[in-house]
């Protein structure tokens, strides 16, 4: 009885180990100088779950134990132009790259 319940924890382990990953990466500006404190947010198309997260110092996040599926990445920060990256694709234990790059609000040169 003892070993069948081994067995069976064994397997769920497994199950829920590998039920989804990661998005990570870095969030800079357009002159390639990274930036902390951004609001990154993954919005899962289908169901629209989502997850937030901040950047650190060096620009960088991580978003760990993502359910598998389709996500829509946003990149907010004030003084800064949102940015969303969409379609990406997480599937069993995946280690996504999703790097975003944000320009200054206000700073779109309009040609008339």
Not at 15 to 33: M, Y
Not at 82 to 97: D, H, I, K
Request: net charge negative.
């Amino acid at each position: 009885m003892l070993s069948v319940i081994l067995i069976l924890f064994i397997c769920l382990s497994t199950a829920f180990a590998q039920s989804g990953g990661t998005i990570h990466g870095r969030v800079q500006d357009s002159s390639g100088a990274v930036i902390p404190e951004v609001t990154v947010t993954a919005i899962e198309q289908d169901t629209n779950v989502s997850r937030s997260t901040i950047t650190d110092n060096s620009g960088l996040f991580v978003l760990p134990g993502l359910p598998v599926g389709t996500w829509d990445i946003r990149f907010s920060k004030a003084s800064f132009e949102p940015q969303v990256r969409s379609g990406v694709l997480l599937q069993v234990n995946t280690n996504v790259e999703v790097d975003g790059t944000l320009a200054v609000a206000g700073s779109a040169t309009k040609v008339t």
